[in-house]
């Protein structure tokens, strides 16, 4: 079955911790990237991948750090310098440039709670 | 300032009726459009798109309608069904590039037995 998995569904952090939320997909999209959804708005974007070993910020990067050391995977650290992070982060991945209309496919999410 | 806007947060509609979602956008550089569901506790899943060179798309059940001049698409649901009960979020973007898209806030849509 291919998909995007995402862990932990459920995340509580301390104060000043650092956190890395999961992604992994079996799709062999070339493309990945993580949104951050807040009650009332959008899924706002805040890092994005073309490719392995390449990365572009979002509109919000400021507070995170990705890598993507391998195709299948994206993992997204929360750093204590995000202001704000408890929210609700999506992965997704798409196909790439060229794509008819590079929809993207989304992971069940993972909801990050800072106590 | 939200440039892809759902002005309805929720929607109630009667099974068997015409569900109608509406979402706005402000930048005239958008020429692709599409619609995600999302189910609680999953990720949206894609659901029909149209690109500006066309006013009308239709996938079964689904119809995605777009006005250029007045910046706005809609989506038509006929039938509506109770499965069909979920949070639909239009998204734009300028040029076919996925880090491209704006998503708007949602609009939650209730299907009544």
């Known amino acids: 079955d291919g998909g995007i998995t995402q862990s932990p569904k459920y995340l509580f952090r301390k104060e000043g911790q650092n956190v890395t939320l999961s992604c992994e997909q079996n799709l062999n999209h070339d493309a990945m990237y993580w949104y951050r959804q807040d009650p009332g708005q959008g899924l706002r974007l805040i890092y994005y991948s073309q490719i392995v070993n390449d990365f572009q910020k979002g509109d919000i990067a400021e507070g995170y750090s990705v890598s993507r050391e391998k195709k299948e995977s994206f993992p997204l650290t929360v750093t204590s310098a995000q202001k704000n992070p408890t929210a609700f982060y999506l992965c997704a991945s798409s196909i790439g440039e060229g794509g008819s209309y590079n929809e993207q496919f989304f992971g069940p999410g993972t909801r990050l709670t800072v106590l | 300032d939200q440039q892809v806007k759902q002005n309805s947060p929720s929607l109630s509609v009667q099974e068997g009726r015409i569900s109608i979602l509406n979402c706005d956008y402000t930048n005239s550089m958008f020429d692709y459009f599409l619609w995600y569901k999302k189910y609680p506790a999953e990720g949206p899943t894609f659901l029909i798109s149209?690109?500006?060179?066309?006013d009308k798309n239709e996938d079964g059940r689904f119809t995605v309608f777009l006005n250029k001049s007045a910046k706005h698409l809609s989506l038509h649901i006929v039938p509506s069904q109770p499965g069909d009960s979920a949070v639909y979020f239009c998204a734009a973007s300028a040029g076919n590039y996925g880090q491209n898209f704006v998503f708007g806030p949602g609009t939650r849509l209730s299907v009544l037995p």
């Open positions: 149209i690109s500006s060179i066309k």
